[in-house]
């Protein structure tokens, strides 16, 4: 089981910016993927990007390409979201989740994580 710890989250005002961090142990190495999701109130949990850490390849919902950027430091055993032009709908509860090698399926789909942080809150205002 990869262990998470997120952080980086606080209040910005709408059209500013914030960078989530979440350290894995042992280390990235040990997932097939890594993701954020994110949880407001009265939702359901959603997919905000995810990354395939063997080859970096990255992966966005909709709702935050072009304005959210999903990246990996192995050296550092950490994922980054590098968040851009926020608004007040992307305020929610942020979470950092893995998987290891040998889970298949979609790298948005958040049944096949099995590892979670305890999340870090964004809150955007207007």
């Known amino acids: 089981q990869v262990q998470l710890v997120e952080s980086g989250g606080g209040s910005v005002q709408a059209g500013g910016s914030l960078r989530l961090s979440c350290v894995a142990s042992?280390?990235?190495?040990?997932?097939?993927?890594m993701a954020w999701f994110r949880h407001a109130p009265g939702t359901e949990r959603e997919a905000v990007a995810a990354i395939y850490t063997f080859s970096g390849t990255t992966y966005y919902a909709d709702s935050v390409e072009g304005r959210f950027t999903i990246s990996q430091d192995d050296a550092r055993n950490t994922m980054y979201l590098q968040m851009d032009n926020l608004s007040p709908e992307d305020s929610a509860m942020y979470y950092c989740?893995?998987?290891?090698?040998?889970?298949?399926?979609?790298?948005?789909?958040?049944?096949?994580?099995?590892?979670w942080g305890q999340g870090t809150q964004v809150t955007v205002s207007s």
């Open positions: 042992p280390g990235i190495a040990s997932t097939y993927y």
């Open positions: 989740a893995a998987v290891a090698p040998g889970r298949v399926g979609e790298p948005l789909d958040l049944l096949i994580y099995t590892s």
